[in-house]
């Protein structure tokens, strides 16, 4: 069973800079990343087919944050650059098992899920 691990949170400062990373094993599949806050759902910010060859991100991210994935080390990444006060959140790693170059973007169709990891940013 796929269990992605999220590492590298924490605390950055507005307009500064973190990536995360996600572990996982086994087959390669597309992976996204989500994020939520307090009374709000869980929203996909960020997306990878299993190739690495196709990526989405959400408008609220597209022109700071970048995913990318080294499938020799089965894992993905978050950058995350001119972070804001409200890219505060969990972010969560997920992978959509059976799902090659699809890059689904129903939470429905990730089916493996990290922990997640907490990302304040202070001004």
């Known amino acids: 069973q796929v269990q992605p691990v999220e590492s590298g949170g924490g605390l950055g400062q507005a307009g500064g800079s973190l990536r995360l990373s996600c572990a996982t094993s086994?087959?390669?599949?597309?992976m996204a990343w989500f994020r939520q806050t307090p009374g709000t759902e869980r929203e996909l910010i960020a997306a990878i087919s299993s190739n690495g060859e196709l990526t989405f991100a959400t408008d609220s991210v597209k022109d700071r944050f970048a995913i990318s994935r080294d499938n020799a080390k089965n894992t993905i990444h978050l950058h995350m650059n001119s972070l804001k006060l409200e890219d505060t959140a969990i972010y969560y790693c997920?992978?959509?098992?059976?799902?090659?170059?699809?890059?689904?973007?129903?939470?429905?169709?990730?089916?493996?899920w990290g922990r997640g990891i907490q990302v304040t940013v202070s001004s």
């Open positions: 086994g087959r390669t599949y597309d």
């Open positions: 997920a992978v959509a098992q059976g799902y090659f170059g699809i890059l689904p973007r129903s939470r429905a169709s990730y089916n493996a």
